[in-house]
């Protein structure tokens, strides 16, 4: 899998993943297993409407309750921090750790109980009486976005965060000059990644050093910065420890309500507070709801099958405060004609507060509802011409001879070689044995149909639609960083600066700088030292990390050579430039410096180090994005992330017409990351993300009732993907190297999860066609196919 | 009230409040955190461990239900500090994990699995563990680390649990 023409020592090879030790024995630091001396419980009173006036919170019998310590409200809380952030400039919608005069969505905190025990706190929690006036509220997000509905949040005056319409190119012209056009409009149910664990942060002050102790399973961007703002502290107050280790996230674990809420419990009683959700109050009122998007597509092509230009409206539903959620809108500008060349586009993007949980990113932050409707367009585009569905993506396909590829909303893919891939993945899957044999289903009695999506992967997170969709925020970087000591007995030491949740960054980051340094990465120590002694960084985010903390352990392992030549080249008489580095010695003229001189010259004889040298053996990097330096241009152009990884996913699918139950019957998947870190972390990740995608297109959604209620509210009703409903994936390999990052590696965090979703429903679709049956929403269940089938059936059996 | 679980093959004796959950005594009582709190409804299977060799949801027992059986947690399979077992060294080899949270519960239903069928199917391995849900890897890597632990043991004279 290593890039063409490249060789490596130990990246792309089979190596273990060095994390998976401690977790396979059950010793991972999980932020449940981490209990202090004196530490508190937090359980939470839950708003009982989707809107309502709160009177009064009486909270005499839960105070008298053995073992509480406090029940705070949200006046309380509102009184001592400042709002929460909001990406987008919205400062009339203010959101709160708890409910501050009014509640918005059912399930939301209104008051936090502070005992014991977990268990006791819960017990008070029951006690608390909160009495509430019913306000009118808003589910829908088409009903929320007319002006005539109830704004969630009235100082703001309506429900609308975010309406632009952007214009790239000449649409009018293109779908002028189009031979034909069609509408679509489908629709991604909420769900969310819904991690095994549930969202925890444990919380202590020192009044005596006046810091603020902070541990959490996070996953989050700022999030010192926005504990420190919130709670009017000085950065330098606030030390989050990362060696936490987090039990999955996939871009929800970002509980900074949480953190807020329980930073102020903690400096309030003067000792350590812990709240863990449990699993109701994750699903219902953890705030980690995915994007709900309403997508309404005009798209113009022609007779061949090649598109001109596209017309799309997302309709997003934010759910009742704003966060970081409407820049899930923005993000997928970046791939918005996916991997096609469409001239032109209008866009317009619209994100709306409802009375429905908040939303929070979701793995591909927005990518893959957007590579929904995408791939569904283009399946009704080769409908509509009666072509072939993979023949028309292959006429619309960027070809490798055109990167770097410019497309009309001012992001340039670096790389690419999508025919190749579909080339590849069509010979392995065979696929005129695959159409015999849905034809041989078909003609037995089965519905069956396969499915096809081809799409990207942006990877590198730059987070520049955040200067694009606030004007206020002029963003131009999203570093991140690595330090490396070699200590005085020449041991090599790396420090990582975040939190992790299964990437497996240790491995990564040892696997750059054993690289560079040709060094076996299993002698390489990775620590994680607190936010205080981190140098910054933006957190695993917008599958990011293979090339920014891989890009920055490499290029500081390269200023630590550089050091290391220089001490030996003056050992060996010679300009640095001379002397040849090779496995941790330094040779010139048939004389070698081994590592430990140079190790100690470094760190003992100062008299022997070049002039101006430090002592010691360090050396760091903060390492900017690659692309995206600039701000917006006037007309909403941008560079978004600079790396563009590829995946083509071909799924069969049989149904029982009875029953409706879709069965995957082969999953094959090309991907292209570039060159691969570690293959087996690449894996896991494509695998993984395919699973999440099965869920998304057939099980999993957070229902709401019309009142507001959540339906889904445990595992029994949310349902998630289990080793029966996950066929086994065959995955084929195809790498295209990113000319922009140190080893040509893209992102593989969200592959599978970008393309699994729209390739299933296309296969539903095939398989229900010559019902006339089409399903346009997210997730197709198994009643919505068993109903959908029957009705068909039974209207043909009336037919004439 | 008190309780004495006997944990991998130590008894103890703690006292808890009737209605503290296995899970909580093992996690709070004897600081064997290795078996997690995932849903507390018995669907996930993050909580597992085995009782009297079968699996069971630790969620959804009493730890007053568990005095006189033999339990067994992921801290007593690895033989040695330091020392993974065979299928633990398995899970490694395929990466059969990513955020290790329901690991310990699919480790512990391999170990179950592998001790009564030394050599299932592949079928067989999935019905196993698809009563533990992940949310990581898609399972596919962690089928293929117990269809190589069948492998290993096989070929070695051991029993699952070195």
Known sequence: MSGPGRKFRYISTDRRVREDRRFVVGKGNYIADLAVEGMLHVALVPSQHAAARIISIDASKALASPGVHAVVGGDEIAAASEPLMNGLDTPNVRRFPLAVGATRYMGEWVAAVVADTRALAEDAAELVEVEYERSPHVIDAEEAYKPTSPPVHPAHGSNTLLDRVFDWGDIDAHFAASDQRLSLRVTWGRNSTVPIETFGVLAQWDPWNEILDVRASIQMPKYADQIARALRLPMNGVRVHYDVDVGGSYGVKRGIKHSVLVGHLARKLGRPVRLIEDRLENMRSGDAHGPERVFDIDVAFDNDGVINSMKMRALDNAGAYAGRAPFQLGKPIGAIVGPYRIKSVRYHAVSVTTNKAVEEAVRGFGQSPTNYAIETMVDRVAEAVGLDRVEVRRRNFIRADEFPYLIPSGTRYDSGDYHAVVDKVLARVDWTALVAERDALRAGGTLAGIGVAACLEPSGGNSSFEPLLNPKNATTTWMESCRINIDALGTINVAIHTTSSGQGHETLVATAVGEALEIDPAKIRVTRPDSLSSLPGNSPVGSRMAIMLGGAGFHAAHKLKAKITAIAARQLGCAPAEAAYCEGAVSHGGKTIEWAKIVDIAHRQFHDLPEGFEPGLEASHIMQTPTGEALPTADGRVQMYPCHSFEFHVVLVAIDPVLGKPELRRYVIGHDCGVVINPHIVKGMTLGGIAHGIGAALLEEFVYDSEGQMMSQSFMDYLMPSASEVPHVEIVHHCTPSPLTVFGQKGSGESGYLGAPAAISGAINDATRPLGVRFNKLPIRVGAIADAVAEALEKRKEAP | ?162
């Open chain 2, 1 to 162: 009230m008190k309780v004495a679980l006997t944990v991998n093959g130590d008894t103890r004796e703690i006292d808890v409040e009737p209605r503290t959950t296995l899970l909580d005594a093992l996690r709070d009582s004897l600081r064997l955190t290795g078996a997690h709190t995932g849903c507390e409804h018995g669907v996930c299977g993050a909580c597992t461990v085995l009782i009297d060799g079968a699996p069971a949801r630790a969620c959804l027992m009493f730890a007053v239900q568990a005095d006189g059986f033999e339990l067994t947690t992921i801290e007593g399979l690895a033989p040695a500090p330091g020392e993974l077992s065979l299928i633990q060294d398995a899970f490694c080899e395929t990466h059969g994990m990513q955020c290790g949270y329901c690991t310990p519960g699919m480790v512990l239903t391999a170990h179950a699995l592998l001790r009564d069928d030394p050599a299932p199917s592949r079928e067989k391995i999935v019905e196993a563990i698809s009563a533990n849900i992940c949310r990581c890897t898609g399972y596919g890597q962690i089928v293929e680390a117990i269809e190589l632990a069948a492998r290993r043991l096989a070929g070695s004279n051991a029993g699952p649990a070195t």
